[in-house]
């Protein structure tokens, strides 16, 4: 959480809005359901609306200079309590009564009110989310319950019927590279390559400006799409092997792949490059838009989609990979 509070967020306008308009009229709601992607900032947003809240100069903004703020930011507010679990995948009956439902009805220790915040709250368990209701339901006055979910499918009807519902939507292409540049303080080129594979998501903005893997993946990529239509089967293979062993980058490769065939497609189509991804690989980009036809650019870039979903449902790796990389270079 930075100490410029909403200032600091990129995008989501209209959330910040309504939630400084609810905290200025005193129309609080009990429970609020914060949705969107991974990385999409609903933990940001829920900890700066009951930073806000708590905080003792009640603006539009949380002061970040009071002494509850400054237990906001250093996470050590008593009545701003962070739901934790212990299993990766679920959120346990057991965990929801022990650290919100049997504590709720203790009066906030220092602040006017009590504020809980689930995260991941799609893993609650049907019994844990069955005890979460009754607390939604007749909650006490000063009780705040704040979910936040990727999938909020995942949670009862009931629950969602109970929740004011904030969706966090993607921020524009724009936003999210002048954020890495001004913030991030990643050079034009990187940012602009970063924020295309970003798709307005701030969490993977960020990611991908940490450190050196995402430009790293992003060169290892290029190299290997100007080499693929030269490399014989043997050779693919190893190009498998090597790819095979960092499994955990996969998708992000997947997504180099689609915006650097997206961008063969527009130059081929327009011979444009102002909204290229990969301007600085002109030259390359050219050729590709020369020797492929529309339609197996089209088949490439289907491909590519066909292979994230088989290997999103465990279909075997290497040859999910081989058959992407022989289908590419068949239309090269």
């Given at each position: 959480?930075?100490?410029?509070?909403?200032?600091?967020?990129?995008?989501?306008?209209?959330?910040?809005?309504?939630?400084?308009?609810?905290?200025?009229?005193?129309?609080?709601?009990?429970?609020?359901?914060?949705?969107?992607?991974?990385?999409?900032?609903?933990?940001?947003?829920?900890?700066?609306?009951?930073?806000?809240?708590?905080?003792?100069?009640?603006?539009?903004?949380?002061?970040?200079?009071?002494?509850?703020?400054?237990?906001?930011?250093?996470?050590?507010?008593?009545?701003?309590?962070?739901?934790?679990?212990?299993?990766?995948?679920?959120?346990?009956?057991?965990?929801?009564?022990?650290?919100?439902?049997?504590?709720?009805?203790?009066?906030?220790?220092?602040?006017?009110?009590?504020?809980?915040?689930v995260n991941e709250a799609e893993k609650m368990n049907p019994?844990?989310?069955?005890?979460?209701?009754?607390?939604?339901?007749?909650?006490?006055?000063?009780?705040?319950?704040?979910?936040?979910?990727?999938?909020?499918?995942?949670?009862?009807?009931?629950?969602?019927?109970?929740?004011?519902?904030?969706?966090?939507?993607?921020?524009?292409?724009?936003?999210?590279?002048?954020?890495?540049?001004?913030?991030?303080?990643?050079?034009?080129?990187?940012?602009?390559?970063?924020?295309?594979?970003?798709?307005?998501?701030?969490?993977?903005?960020?990611?991908?400006?940490?450190?050196?893997?995402?430009?790293?993946?992003?060169?290892?990529?290029?190299?290997?799409?100007?080499?693929?239509?030269?490399?014989?089967?043997?050779?693919?293979?190893?190009?498998?092997?090597?790819?095979?062993?960092?499994?955990?980058?996969?998708?992000?490769?997947?997504?180099?792949?689609?915006?650097?065939?997206?961008?063969?497609?527009?130059?081929?189509?327009?011979?444009?490059?102002?909204?290229?991804?990969?301007?600085?690989?002109?030259?390359?980009?050219?050729?590709?838009?020369?020797?492929?036809?529309?339609?197996?650019?089209?088949?490439?870039?289907?491909?590519?989609?066909?292979?994230?979903?088989?290997?999103?449902?465990?279909?075997?790796?290497?040859?999910?990979?081989?058959?992407?990389?022989?289908?590419?270079?068949?239309?090269?």
């Amino acid at each position: 959480m930075d100490e410029r509070g909403f200032a600091a967020v990129v995008g989501h306008n209209d959330i910040i809005e309504h939630l400084q308009n609810a905290t200025k009229s005193g129309k609080i709601s009990h429970a609020y359901l914060f949705t969107g992607e991974p990385g999409s900032g609903k933990k940001l947003m829920a900890t700066l609306f009951a930073t806000l809240l708590q905080c003792e100069k009640g603006r539009a903004n949380p002061c970040m200079k009071c002494a509850s703020c400054k237990k906001a930011l250093s996470q050590n507010h008593p009545d701003i309590i962070m739901i934790t679990h212990e299993k990766q995948n679920v959120i346990t009956v057991s965990e929801i009564r022990e650290q919100l439902v049997n504590t709720v009805d203790i009066k906030p220790y220092e602040s006017r009110y009590k504020i809980y915040i689930v995260n991941e709250a799609e893993k609650m368990n049907p019994q844990a989310q069955n005890a979460l209701l009754k607390t939604i339901e007749e909650p006490p006055a000063y009780a705040i319950i704040m979910l936040l979910a990727s999938n909020p499918d995942a949670l009862l009807s009931t629950i969602l019927s109970r929740c004011v519902r904030l969706n966090l939507k993607t921020v524009s292409d724009k936003d999210v590279r002048e954020y890495l540049i001004n913030e991030m303080h990643l050079p034009d080129y990187e940012a602009e390559v970063a924020a295309a594979f970003a798709q307005g998501n701030i969490g993977r903005a960020q990611e991908a400006a940490s450190g050196d893997t995402f430009a790293n993946l992003a060169h290892r990529t290029v190299q290997i799409i100007k080499d693929i239509d030269k490399l014989q089967i043997y050779e693919i293979v190893e190009v498998v092997k090597e790819i095979s062993a960092e499994k955990n980058n996969i998708d992000d490769f997947l997504d180099i792949l689609l915006l650097w065939f997206r961008d063969v497609l527009l130059y081929k189509a327009t011979r444009e490059t102002d909204n290229l991804v990969f301007r600085r690989e002109l030259s390359e980009i050219r050729r590709e838009a020369s020797v492929c036809s529309y339609e197996g650019l089209q088949e490439i870039i289907d491909s590519i989609e066909k292979a994230k979903t088989r290997l999103h449902a465990n279909v075997n790796f290497d040859l999910t990979l081989e058959l992407l990389f022989l289908t590419i270079a068949e239309n090269m």
